[in-house]
């Protein structure tokens, strides 16, 4: 069953916009990762942030966890038309060796 | 990029007839994943390695067999195909309990 819940499953914006996604999970995790899938490609990491960790940035991206609400945000600065994507969030319990994944939230940045 | 190819790329085969697809890796990496990604349910796990010849189910297992005799090759081995067996199988490795790194994929149309 996933775990991982994003928010909204679609988000239309312009070119140089910012783009907020968000994820949510049901149980505690040891660390959340966000990843992009092009499409009819695999799926490429972005980002992983650690329990103890609340935000964290990498470029133009920018990554919060809130453990308390078991929620995570991704915030995609300056969009661009290469953005496009879909963007999938994946929690790790580490009581397997299993991600457990959301349904994923399609990007569009119109140019 | 972790080197992973899958093979066949892209397969169309008949209801009833076994398929074998193929993961392949270079990175050494001791985890090993097989998904299976269709519209509206992101990605769901079928199967994963933690080493050779350790294997165990995930969430969709039913249909599905695996093996894994040397540390760079899954197979996936759908024993009699469905339709509901058409989809797009990804192939995913981990080092450890960090990012997981994806192949290309495989299209697969059960006609």
């Known amino acids: 069953s996933q775990q991982g819940e994003e928010d909204p499953q679609a988000l239309s914006i312009q070119e140089g916009e910012n783009a907020t996604m968000n994820c949510s999970y049901k149980?505690?995790?040891?660390?959340l990762q966000w990843y992009r899938q092009n499409s009819g490609r695999g799926l490429v990491h972005l980002i992983l942030i650690r329990s103890n960790e609340r935000e964290k940035h990498s470029g133009r991206l920018r990554v919060t966890l809130d453990t308390s609400k078991k929620s995570s945000s991704l915030l995609i600065t300056a969009s661009r038309a290469a953005d496009t994507a879909s963007y999938f969030c994946a929690t790790d319990a580490r009581s397997n060796y299993q991600l457990i994944w959301g349904a994923g939230t399609k990007l569009i940045i119109k140019p | 990029d972790a080197g992973i190819t899958q093979s066949p790329r892209h397969k169309v085969t008949e209801t009833g007839t076994p398929v074998t697809l193929r993961c392949h890796q270079t990175?050494?990496?001791?985890?090993m994943y097989w998904y299976r990604q269709d519209p509206g349910h992101g990605l769901r796990l079928i199967h994963y390695?933690?080493?050779?010849?350790?294997?165990d189910k995930g969430e969709v297992s039913d249909g599905y067999s695996v093996s894994r005799s040397k540390t760079e090759d899954f197979l996936l081995t759908l024993e009699s195909a469905t339709s509901s067996q058409t989809s797009v199988y990804f192939c995913?490795?981990?080092?450890?309990?960090?990012?997981?790194?994806f192949g290309p994929g495989t299209r697969l149309t059960v006609l």
């Open positions: 149980t505690s995790i040891n660390n």
């Open positions: 995913a490795t981990r080092l450890d309990y960090n990012e997981q790194f």
């Open positions: 390695s933690y080493g050779v010849k350790d294997t």
């Open positions: 990175e050494n990496h001791r985890y």
